[in-house]
């Protein structure tokens, strides 16, 4: 992700979620250095987009979106394969995340890149106090 797609980015993530972060929000993550993004594109729409922080030799994702009218053509679970070769050419030992309860569509999509549930926390989510499922995927370290 560079400026440039900030814009369209902000505007994936209003159509994906009932709680969008700001244009504001993406800007910061560009000057975060611990911060990795990287975004689909078709011709200039930004079609979707995924990242993570690095955090003590850890990653921990902090989205991933497509835009509804692409999905399920692949984006997604290619988004999610750069960002798992990224974590490990960056030594890091695994990736956590965590997700809805009830986004079996993100759980599978998680499962099939070989996440796995390692525990919950209860009413994570504060606009409808919904369960978060956290997953965990070990990854190869380059040692
Ligand atoms: C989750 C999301 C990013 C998947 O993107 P996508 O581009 O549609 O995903 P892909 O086409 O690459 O699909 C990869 C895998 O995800 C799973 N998947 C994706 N869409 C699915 C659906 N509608 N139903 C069931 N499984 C689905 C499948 O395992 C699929 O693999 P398969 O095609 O071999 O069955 C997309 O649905 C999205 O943006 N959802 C809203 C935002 C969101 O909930 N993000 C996760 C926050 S934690």
Same mark, same amino acid.
């Given at each position: ?35 990795? &993004? ?17 955090? /003590? ?6 989205? =991933? /979106?497509?835009?509804?009218? &692409? ?52 009413? &994570? &989510? ?7 499922? =956290? ?9």
């Amino acid at each position: 992700m560079t400026e440039s797609d900030v814009d369209g980015v902000a505007e994936l993530d209003k159509q994906c979620f009932a709680k969008p972060w700001s244009r504001r929000s993406f800007e910061d993550e560009l000057k975060n250095s611990l911060a990795v &993004y990287f975004v689909a594109s078709e011709g200039s729409t930004v079609i979707g987009y995924c990242g993570f922080w690095q955090v /003590a030799g850890e990653g921990d994702i902090t989205n =991933i /979106a497509v835009l509804p009218g &692409y999905r399920r053509r692949g984006v997604g679970g290619r988004l999610l394969g750069r960002l798992i070769d990224e974590a490990e050419a960056l030594g890091l030992g695994s990736l956590t995340l965590e997700v809805r309860r009830s986004n079996e569509t993100a759980k599978r999509l998680y499962r099939k890149y070989g996440f796995e549930q390692v525990g919950e926390r209860k009413r &994570y &989510y504060s606009d409808n106090n919904e369960d978060a499922i =956290i997953m965990m995927k070990r990854l190869k370290t380059n040692g």
